[in-house]
């Protein structure tokens, strides 16, 4: 499979659908994230742990509106469509729909992925979660 098609699946399989007995198909034994919080290791564990935890907040749903892949490179523009489900940043569940605009860059490695790195806009889904309008936004 091509670099492109294989970040858009890792994206639907792995970050939508929770598919984690498919990771070894998708990461590099060498897998690093540089964007996990510092609870969790920056490997596949690390990951999936991430994932597991967003999900006991969120109902979360990620969607690449843009995609440039260049060689063993790959950035995406993504937008999440969430549900406030469970406490986040110390705000107790609202059941609120929010979204949040974000970039993933990917690094490839021998068709899978090696390195990971996110910028997801977090103040915007707390601005909303919050109801106030505080902050830099990220274009959408």
């Given at each position: 499979m091509d670099n492109a098609t294989l970040v858009q699946q890792f994206i639907g399989r792995i970050w939508n659908n929770n598919a984690f007995d498919e990771l070894d198909a998708f990461?590099?034994?060498d897998f690093k994230d540089h964007s996990l919080p510092p609870l969790f290791s920056p490997d596949r564990?690390?990951?999936?742990?991430?994932?597991?935890?967003?999900?006991?907040?969120?109902?979360?749903?990620?969607f690449i509106e843009e995609q440039v892949t260049e060689g063993d490179k790959?950035?995406?523009?993504?937008r999440m469509d969430l549900k406030h489900i469970g406490v986040w940043r110390d705000l107790e569940p609202t059941g609120k729909n929010v979204?949040?605009?974000?970039?993933?860059?990917?690094?490839l490695k021998e068709?899978?992925?090696i390195d990971h790195w996110a910028l997801i806009?977090?103040?915007a889904l707390e601005n909303?979660?919050?109801d106030t309008a505080l902050g830099?936004?990220?274009a959408e």
């Amino acid at each position: 499979m091509d670099n492109a098609t294989l970040v858009q699946q890792f994206i639907g399989r792995i970050w939508n659908n929770n598919a984690f007995d498919e990771l070894d198909a998708f990461l590099h034994p060498d897998f690093k994230d540089h964007s996990l919080p510092p609870l969790f290791s920056p490997d596949r564990d690390g990951l999936k742990n991430w994932i597991v935890s967003t999900g006991i907040s969120f109902e979360h749903r990620t969607f690449i509106e843009e995609q440039v892949t260049e060689g063993d490179k790959c950035i995406t523009k993504i937008r999440m469509d969430l549900k406030h489900i469970g406490v986040w940043r110390d705000l107790e569940p609202t059941g609120k729909n929010v979204h949040a605009i974000g970039y993933r860059y990917f690094k490839l490695k021998e068709g899978k992925i090696i390195d990971h790195w996110a910028l997801i806009d977090g103040m915007a889904l707390e601005n909303q979660i919050k109801d106030t309008a505080l902050g830099c936004k990220a274009a959408e």
